[in-house]
Structures are given as structure tokens and as C-alpha cells.
């Protein structure tokens, strides 16, 4: 992605000079093209369910989905690849949803739902 930034950026150079040729363009062109598109990525899921809602606490169970299929996780969790939201944030996943915690309160000492899960994706 950093050529193709380069290259507009020479076309743009360029057109201010009145230089710029349709060839410029197409070449620039071609290079997006043949670019390596990040969306043709198939999308990976991280579920963490989470002793609460904080991004540092610990995690309690993982899913993963990824082109391989849905797995979770070694058996122990000292082997899971994150102990926290937070360590996963850090390793380049991003929280697409937090826990909703209007589905977990059903009266002062009792919840429902699915806990504090934190869905990331990559």
C-alpha cells in the first residue's frame, strides 16, 4: 500500500507541473489492482467470555473462528493464546462488541445471558 501512496503522490506532483501523462495514471492504476487486498482475507472471530466487563480481566473461555472452522481453544487455559481482552487487543484484534449488560441484569443479585463476552475480530 506504501508504492501506491508513492506513486499517486508522484502523480499528483505531476498533474501540479502538467506533466502528468495517461500512462502515469495507468500504471498507478495497475498497482492497486495488483495490490494485496486485505478484504479478500477471510474474517477471523474471537469470542472471550470474561469474569466482567473490564478489558483487563481474565478470560473464562475463548472460541475462535477462522477459515479452518469454529475451535476452542486448548483444553487448558494456561495454553490460551490471551489471559485477557486486553493482551488480544494488543496482539491486533479489535472489539466488535462488548459484553451488553442489559441482557445479563435480571433482578440486584441475579444475571442472565451470556456473561461478559467480548466478540474481536482480525
Request: charged share 25%; glycine share 6%; net charge negative.
Amino acid at each position: 500500500m506504501i508504492q501506491v501512496k508513492e506513486q499517486l503522490e508522484q502523480c499528483l506532483d505531476k498533474f501540479r507541473a502538467g506533466t502528468l501523462t495517461e500512462r502515469d495514471l495507468q500504471q498507478a492504476l495497475e498497482n492497486v489492482t495488483n495490490e494485496p487486498n486485505a478484504a479478500a482475507k477471510p474474517q477471523c472471530l474471537l469470542y472471550l467470555q470474561a469474569t466482567n466487563t473490564s478489558v483487563t480481566s481474565s478470560v473464562e473461555g475463548i472460541s475462535i473462528v477462522d477459515s479452518d472452522g469454529v475451535h476452542n481453544g486448548p483444553d487448558e487455559p494456561e495454553d490460551w493464546p490471551y489471559q485477557t481482552v486486553h493482551e488480544a487487543i494488543l496482539d491486533g484484534w479489535r472489539i466488535v462488541k462488548f459484553p451488553e449488560m442489559t441482557l445479563m441484569l435480571v433482578g440486584e443479585n441475579e444475571t442472565y445471558g451470556l456473561g461478559c463476552e467480548f466478540i474481536l475480530e482480525k
